[in-house]
């Protein structure tokens, strides 16, 4: 397929031509003056042809709003592209196909997808682009901005299937703690998908994360004893550190020697103390009354 490359059209001022125009006009009107009062036909050779020119003239005029472009089609061949923003004269021959180079926004449709482990959640996306090769966009593809629409959802679809929802392993990225890393994935993708329409891509981020309703429960049970789990994990590793040093601190200030059943009896009491979830209620031992 032959890649078509934007070029800068040839163009006149408009209000140039528009002055020589309307002095086309004044010189008709004084042919056609002229031969009425003279009866003379031979000034029809000049007045008709010039009138011709006259309006086919006006065909050429164009005029080219900001963040705006003219693609010129001349017979079927690409011949440039207006960019510069004013009133403009080109071949009033030409077909002028406009293309807007403001910014877009494209939201897409929320999309059920399974994400790498299988778990079907549901995803949306906004795409921010905008057009910067306007012959690519118009000649490429079909019709560029169903062309972006459906790119952007394939690729919304590729990446939820690449991540898993949520991970509790802080060095594996997934779809909802690591939202920088996947929109920038995303932006580079969607980049390479749309290069062929002259699209940018300026942004992409995700704007509706969840699992799906048939799962949602399940999933929310299952976040919550997973997290459960990692939190005892880190109080339990705590606690230990903990004892340890307890034990240490006794052993190397001789405050008190404890042989392996005591050590046994003081490591369960503080670690039901530090592990309990409820307040511990400490016991005083006083002795006996009578020895």
Same mark, same amino acid.
């Given at each position: 397929m032959e890649t078509i490359t934007e070029k800068s059209a040839n163009k006149i001022n408009g209000f140039i031509v528009l002055f020589l125009v309307i002095a086309l006009l004044?010189?008709?009107?004084? &042919?056609?003056?002229?031969?009425?009062? @003279?009866?003379?036909?031979?000034? &029809?050779?000049?007045? $008709?042809? &010039?009138?011709?020119?006259?309006?086919?003239?006006?065909?050429g005029f164009t005029i080219v709003q900001p963040n705006e472009s003219k693609v010129l089609v001349f017979f079927g061949k690409y011949i440039g592209t207006l960019r510069d923003s004013g009133f403009w004269w080109v071949n009033p021959f030409t077909e002028k196909r406009k293309v807007s180079l403001r910014i877009h926004n494209f939201n897409s449709d929320k999309i059920k997808v399974n994400d790498l482990h299988g778990n079907p959640i549901e995803i949306a996306a906004v795409i921010v682009w905008r057009v910067v090769d306007s012959a690519r966009a118009v000649f490429d593809v079909q019709n560029y901005e169903g062309f972006i629409a459906i790119q952007s959802e394939t690729a919304v679809r590729g990446l939820a299937s690449e991540y898993v929802y949520d991970s509790n392993d802080e060095d594996k990225p997934s779809l909802r703690s690591h939202p920088l890393e996947i929109s920038e994935n995303m932006k580079k993708q969607l980049q390479q998908r749309l290069e062929i329409a002259g699209v940018e891509v300026i942004e992409s981020r995700i704007t509706h994360l969840a699992y799906a309703p048939e799962i949602a429960?399940?999933?929310?049970?299952?976040?919550?004893? @997973?997290? $459960?789990?990692?939190?005892?994990?880190?109080?339990? %590793?705590?606690? =230990?550190?903990? =004892?340890?040093?307890?034990?240490?601190?006794?052993?190397?200030?001789?405050? =008190?020697?404890?042989? %392996?059943?005591?050590?046994? @009896?003081? =490591?369960?009491?503080?670690?039901?103390?530090? $592990?309990? %979830? @409820?307040?511990?209620?400490?016991?005083?031992?006083t002795g006996t009354l009578y020895s």
């Open positions: 004044a010189l008709n009107v004084f &042919l056609l003056v002229t031969g009425i009062r @003279t009866d003379d036909v031979s000034i &029809l050779w000049f007045f $008709v042809p &010039l009138m011709l020119l006259f309006f086919i003239s006006f065909g429960q399940a999933m929310l049970r299952r976040q919550q004893a @997973t997290a $459960v789990v990692a939190a005892r994990s880190k109080i339990v %590793e705590g606690a =230990v550190g903990m =004892v340890d040093m307890a034990l240490k601190a006794l052993s190397e200030q001789h405050i =008190v020697t404890l042989d %392996e059943d005591k050590k046994a @009896t003081m =490591v369960n009491n503080l670690l039901v103390a530090l $592990v309990s %979830e @409820t307040q511990a209620q400490p016991v005083i031992n």
